[in-house]
């Protein structure tokens, strides 16, 4: 039962997260032998304040 | 100190959500013996446009 | 589809991790109108060296 | 910046996650429009014991 | 690669933020022997009538 | 109640861990605003098997 996150940034189209959805689930089946129904996946949406690398907010750069 | 993090569906009432933090915090205590006061619970409500399973996003159902 | 995830010291037993889900599972079924089938549980098991409160480790408690 | 963070039964082999990682970035460059360098990937290997779908815990199935 | 998820309530401004991903990176590199570079934030920003203690919403308090 | 998750690599000392999460700590009491008592942290050690960035475990390095 893959359970998977993703925390990516904010303004990504409708089509764009059903591709990512698909192709994640695909990539995952694929890989680690189990079944596209158990694979569920939460996406997040980010502002660019809200992620940091090195110290600095995305936002900053 | 168990921290609980409850990913659902946007849309609940503060009710359901008063509720919801109340039975839960009591699941915990009366089956793994810890105090009410260590349990903390974080809400994320989520869109039907950022969840999946089976490679399909739940507003597409 | 609420997907729960709970971190809290080891050492619980598994007859006490059964009473957990299902309780758990009842707690939201009861209060956010769902499904039992729609609520996954995710459990972590945490070293007492890491979790921290204030600044200090359980484990210096 | 896409991180995610898979959650998934222990025991798959090194092959496996070697895969899942190489197939999962790909997934998300192709979908998302991202550079690889941009996602980071955690796994989290989870014994049947801390995962329950309807109250009950895979280890009980 | 230290990746570090920060929980808080929403209302801190982009100062706030800019600061605290600074000094928690510098936190970091200091204590557990990294480069910045390695150090990633998430913040996710929380309304409190999605945190609860003890089974009451921060927004009951 | 800022609640930090720390992913990183495991192989950190006791002394390391405590450092981490005093420092961590008042860096968040220092850029937000709030009282020590309220920050919690939870550390999670994670192999170099558990890693990925563009599409490469860390352990394949």
Chains 1, 2, 3, 4, 5, 6 share one sequence.
Do not use: H, Y
Request: proline share 3%; net charge negative; no cysteine.
């Amino acid at each position: 039962m893959p359970t998977v996150q993703i925390e990516m940034f904010e303004g990504r189209t409708l089509e764009q997260k059903k591709l990512l959805v698909q192709k994640v689930t695909q990539a995952i089946v694929e890989s680690v032998n189990t079944a596209p129904e158990n694979v569920k996946i939460i996406i997040r949406d980010m502002s660019k304040e809200n992620f940091a690398t090195a110290g600095k907010l995305a936002i900053e750069e």
